[in-house]
Every structure is written in C-alpha cells, then in structure tokens.
C-alpha cells in the first residue's frame, strides 16, 4: 500500500515567534512531513499531560527544535504498517518514548512512529476510555504498583496524594479508593474538595498543611504511604511525615526539580523513596500495565468525572490552562470533533 505524500491533515504546531515566547496554532501539515517511520497510524484521540504544556511553551529539555507538534499520547487506527507487524485498520495506543517530545506528537489526525512503540489497544477499553487515561492513568497505576510492590496494604493507613486534582493525581485518588485504601488528598484547590471526594477521597487538605514541615528535621508521621505528583520541597515535606516503613512514589515536578533533604526519615524511620519513570519503559511492562488498567484496576465508572472532551481546536487553550497550573483531570482530545 502506498502512502498518500501530499494528503492534508490537522495538527498543532508550535513555534518560536520571537526569542523565548511561542505560539500554537491549528495548521494542516502534509504526510511527507512527518518522520519516516514504518507505522502511520490515523489518530481518533489524543490527551493533555503537562509534559505537553512545557513542550507547547518551549521548554528545551522537553523539545529541543521547533516548529513541533506535541502530544506524548495517542490512539487509533493502522494506515499502513512498512513491518507487518500491524494490520490496517488495528486499533493502537502509543505513549511515551519520543511521542511528541522530539517527534511530531498525538496532537494531530496522524503520526508516524516505530512499530514498537505502538500496542494494541487492550481488550476492556475503549479507545477514549484510553485516553482519559493516557500517560496521566498510565503513571498513576506504575505508582500504585511501586507501593503495591513495596508492601502497601489497605489497613496500614492512610494514603497521601499531592497535586490530587491534576491528571496523575484524580486517577491515583481513584485507583487507590477503588483497591480499598483511605485517601488524604491534597490539594491547592479546595474548591475542587467535592469533586476528589467523588473520585474516592477519604479527605482532602489544604497543601498549606505540608508547609509547617519545611523548617523541621522530621515532622510527625501522619501517613502510611504516598504518590507524589509535584516535587519540589513538597516531596520532602511527605518523605519528613510517613511512618516508619513507608513509603512515596515520586513522579512530578510541577513545583521544582529540586528538594533540601536529610538523612532522618531514610535512617530512622526506614522510609523509601520510590522513583517512577512512564515514558521508557520496554514495551512487554507497558502493556502489562495497561491490561490491569482495562482489568483488575478498571476505574471506567469515574473517568466521566474525570475526563473532559475537548476538540484539536480547543488544545491551545487548555495547554495554557496547564501551563498557569489551573488544570482539572483530565482533557481528551477528541479528533472527530
């Protein structure tokens, strides 16, 4: 089968329009732009993770050269497939790796990328169900399964969650709710308390209640275990307040890179700090996981809650939104629309 070069279709790019500011726009883009990568696929959704807003706001250490399309999710149909390894017509999901970091992104009605990225979309979801999850779901399951791994149980205690109403964090408050665990989720905006109460959440809290833990060595141990999504001092704060044995899995940065730490929690409490990385993983963990999310771990009953439907059109705005931090959930975009 022979690829169209010249067919037209939507996507965002991304360009530098003067030295440090950049603009998004809806522009149609020819196939023969797009990498020579052996699979095309025709894209029916996409989502909004906040790598994409860094990348949609120029941040080089997420992409490196511009004009660019972002986009690190994607799901749809085969177009052609230069391995084999894939029939036309197969529905695909992709995310992580390079998608949409420095190759051409889901924001788009098409991407061409390597055959091994790409898996099937796993039997018990739907492709939009997909993408409510996304890179989002995706990296709150490896989250629960870091602490799942380390021992957690229901009747240890409670769970904390940070940044509980980004697209990480509503999805972990679910998923723990759901395997049984009591959630304290906290968050900056406790306008949003009833929206996490209906994800599951046991309380919520203000993220100010961390704050007096910065000047202190050790705070008292409030919680078993904890998923953080920020970063920053924040993470630290957690570590400073777990009980002995405990643990968090760390997997943002929203607040900062960068934390002051002290040896005490790891020494006196045998606390764990437990790194959780989504986009490189071999490709045999990543549909591992994503089968538990279509199964066991199936959360399909809160992802209306959620998810959000937006259109291509409506992308710009809400990367912005993420970017001034202002996100709620989880913003599906639906290329149909």
């Known amino acids: 089968m022979e690829i169209v070069k010249d067919e037209l279709f939507r996507a965002i790019q991304v360009r530098e329009v003067a030295s440090g500011k950049f603009d998004q726009s809806i522009v149609e883009r020819y196939l023969s732009e797009l990498p020579d990568n052996p699979l095309l696929l025709d894209v029916s959704?996409?989502?909004?993770?906040?790598?994409?807003s860094?990348?949609?706001?120029?941040?080089?250490?997420?992409?490196?050269?511009y004009p660019h399309t972002p986009g690190i999710d994607a799901v749809g149909r085969v177009v052609f497939d230069r391995t084999k390894t894939f029939i036309p017509g197969a529905e695909l999901l992709v995310n992580g790796?390079?998608?949409?970091?420095?190759?051409?992104?889901g924001l788009a009605e098409r991407i061409a990328v390597p055959s091994e990225w790409a898996l099937p979309l796993p039997e018990g979801l739907t492709a939009w169900e997909s993408m409510a999850l996304g890179t989002a779901g995706f990296t709150a399951a490896l989250c629960v399964e870091k602490l799942l791994e380390s021992g957690a149980l229901p009747e240890d205690g409670e769970v904390v969650v940070?940044?509980?109403t980004g697209g990480v964090g509503s999805i972990a408050v679910a998923l723990l709710a759901k395997?049984?665990?009591?959630?304290?989720?906290?968050?900056g905006?406790?306008?949003?308390?009833?929206?996490?109460?209906?994800?599951?959440?046991?309380k919520v809290l203000d993220r100010d209640t961390l704050a007096p833990f910065a000047s202190k060595a050790m705070a008292k141990p409030l919680w078993a275990w904890a998923i953080d999504t920020v970063g920053g001092e924040t993470l630290f704060n957690v570590i400073k307040s777990l009980r002995y044995g405990g643990g968090v899995a760390a997997c943002g940065m929203a607040s900062g890179a960068?934390?002051?730490?002290?040896?005490?929690?790891?020494?006196?409490?045998?606390?764990s700090l437990l790194g959780v990385d989504s986009a490189v993983l071999p490709i045999d963990k990543k549909a591992e996981i994503w089968r538990k999310l279509a199964g066991q771990w199936y959360i399909g009953n809160k992802?209306?809650?959620?998810?959000?439907?937006?259109?291509?059109?409506q992308a710009p705005e809400f990367l912005a939104r993420l970017n001034r931090g202002h996100g709620i959930g989880r913003y599906v975009v639906d290329m149909s629309l």
Request: proline content about 1%.
């Open 45 to 52: 959704y996409s989502s909004l993770n906040f790598k994409d």
């Open 162 to 164: 940070t940044g509980s």
């Open 54 to 65: 860094l990348s949609a706001f120029g941040n080089r250490g997420i992409t490196s050269d």
């Open 303 to 313: 992802l209306g809650i959620i998810a959000e439907n937006i259109g291509l059109e």
């Open 97 to 105: 790796y390079d998608l949409g970091m420095n190759t051409a992104g």
């Open 179 to 187: 395997l049984g665990f009591r959630v304290a989720a906290v968050t």
């Open 258 to 271: 960068q934390f002051h730490a002290n040896v005490f929690p790891f020494i006196l409490r045998g606390i």
């Open 189 to 202: 905006k406790l306008e949003s308390a009833d929206y996490l109460a209906s994800l599951g959440a046991w």
